[in-house]
């Protein structure tokens, strides 16, 4: 063989190879995997002076884990702002925000991240429109959480245009106190209306935005992130950063549907996305459309009422049939689907849907339509997904960081049976993991910990639908390859594959669980090339 670029000695090299044992020793050259031994000093033949080895015996490598469902833009985008997921009250919380105030100049926007939920703090509710203005009323300010819900202070409100007598718009929610007057929080197309009031960074904020969101994600062994809400106009930024070699990941993007109301106008968006239709690179490709059959914790769609609202079932944002036919127009131009379903009736529409579809077009590919969430998913539910050939990606970070706030809607039980993931695999599926970041924490082994654990903020929930550390795992690679059909390049370390690859301070399959909760790579390598290097063991190299 040909001489190597890098040989790696460790404990144990987990290639993933069904059958295979740990391996001790993995040689990479250019950005492919040359070679692997059960012998830590078994690839020594291949070692020049200019090969770099890396002896770590007390290590273990796995390849780079994907995140199949997660939000990079919403995490580049929230990169810079102010930093209240670390708030544990509203007083930390509010503080925060007059910090970066008396930094800013007056008239500038505030705004803080995305990744929190109200529902963890202290005093488990959104801050109010008057402590906001406590804080200052010299910037408007939108405090963010997730990607639907925006809480404003009064100079932001006004900015808006919406007033006492301002009724909701579609898809959208002015919420309303008890005498009628508006509280500042908007949700949905409302949300969306009032962020587009911000000004547009430009684009080398938007790529450093992106690079300091990317290597978050490979810094806990994150190698490739299925990102599934990106804006149309974002492919441009994205690829610019990818030329810039300013990502740390590799990304598969969805382009967001949301907010779409028919065939037609899903007809325009594809339209738009034909000059995106070239295969792209190993770093960046645009792999389908994006769709939401219904809402998340405080709308996702249910056969019986939430216990926070009788009467209420959640709602759904299609009609069958319509988002039947913009399906249909998305497959017809060889794109594909991926639809969130939350809630156990949205998935059981969405599986008609499906159904339909896959009538109109008997021998689609495997894999062109795909159930994002499938949260509640019922017995019935889960044999009719089987049954149909839809893979699932799931979420367990999620489901960790919002649980306290969806059983307040929804109550204990239903809760404890979101994420039947034991059940999904033992009946057949093929099972992806993500985060969904930014509602639930991104991190290899926090979701791993997850998955085997159950653990939530609301503690364990449905502890019989966990699964095994090895099984988590390959949710995250060997699967998750298969989901994106790149099992020829990644998701296992074999020779011939792309050099993929973390290595772990402890073995992820054997350290006390409250090790794995927290545990992070001390490297992460994609194509064989360093972006995350916690101990510096590619310093001396570019």
């Known amino acids: 063989m040909t001489d190597a670029d890098l040989v790696l000695r460790a404990g144990a090299v987990h290639t993933l190879l069904p059958g295979q044992a740990p391996q001790r020793a993995l040689a990479v050259r250019g950005d492919r995997i040359l070679a692997v031994s059960p012998d830590p000093h078994g690839l020594d033949d291949l070692i020049t002076p200019a090969t770099r080895v890396v002896d770590e015996p007390g290590a273990t490598v796995l390849p780079a884990f994907d995140d199949t469902h997660t939000h ?15 708030a544990r009250d509203l007083a930390g919380f509010l503080d925060l925000i007059r910090r970066r ?30 402590e906001l203005d406590a804080v200052t009323t010299e910037h408007p300010v939108m405090v963010k959480r997730g990607a639907y819900n925006v809480v404003l202070n009064s100079p932001a409100l006004r900015r808006t245009g919406f007033g006492p007598d301002s009724p909701d718009p579609a898809g959208g929610q002015l919420e309303r106190d008890p005498a009628g007057r508006l509280t500042g929080r908007l949700i949905g197309a409302a949300a969306a209306q009032a962020e587009r009031l911000l000004p547009r960074p430009d684009l080398a904020a938007r790529i450093e935005g992106l690079r300091a969101a990317s290597h978050a994600y490979a810094a806990t062994g994150i190698g490739t992130v299925r990102d599934c809400m990106v804006p149309l106009a974002d492919l441009p930024v994205l690829r610019a950063a990818q030329r810039a070699g300013a990502l740390g990941v590799r990304v598969r993007a969805l382009v967001s549907a949301i907010g779409l109301r028919d065939a037609a106008e899903v007809g325009q968006l594809l339209d738009a996305m034909e000059p995106w239709r070239e295969p792209g690179d190993d770093w960046l490709s645009v792999w389908g459309v994006k769709f939401g059959i219904d809402g998340g914790i405080e709308a996702g769609a249910l056969e019986q009422p939430y216990a926070s609202r ?50 109109r077009h008997p021998g689609l590919p495997a894999g062109t339509l795909v159930i994002e969430h499938g949260g509640l998913a019922r017995p019935e539910q889960r044999a009719r997904a089987i049954k149909l050939g839809l893979p699932v990606t799931v979420q367990h970070p999620l489901l960790h960081d919002a649980a306290g706030a969806q059983i307040r809607e929804w109550g204990a039980d239903r809760v404890a049976d979101l994420f039947p993931l034991r059940e999904w695999l033992d009946e057949g599926a093929l099972l992806t993991a993500g985060s969904d970041f930014p509602v639930g924490p991104f991190g290899a082994m926090t979701s791993v910990w997850g998955m085997a654990t159950r653990q939530t903020v609301a503690g364990v929930q449905g ?29 296992a370390l074999t020779p011939g594959r792309l050099a993929d690859l973390t290595l ?34 590619f310093a001396d190299h570019s």
Do not use: K, M
């Open 101 to 130: 105030a008396a930094g800013t100049a007056p008239g500038e926007w505030i705004r803080t991240t995305v990744n929190w939920q109200e529902f963890n703090l202290a005093e488990q509710r959104f801050p109010s429109i008057a």
């Open 463 to 491: 502890a019989a639908h966990a699964i095994s550390r090895p099984e988590a795992i390959a949710l995250h690679t060997t699967n998750a390859a298969r989901l994106l059909a790149e099992t020829g390049l990644r998701g």
């Open 310 to 359: 009788d009467c209420y079932c959640g709602s759904l944002n299609w009609e069958p049939e319509a988002l039947a036919d913009a399906v249909d127009a998305v497959v017809r131009r060889g794109w594909r689907v991926g639809t969130h379903a939350w809630g156990d009736r949205g998935l059981r529409v969405l599986l008609d849907v499906y159904e339909e579809v896959l009538r």
């Open 72 to 86: 990079l833009i919403l995490a580049a985008n929230s990169a810079h702002d102010v930093p209240v997921h670390q």
């Open 504 to 537: 772990w301070p402890a073995d992820p399959l054997g350290c006390p669980a409250d090790e794995l909760a927290t545990l992070l790579p001390d490297l992460t390598l994609l194509g064989g090339r360093a972006v995350h290097d916690a101990r510096g063991l």
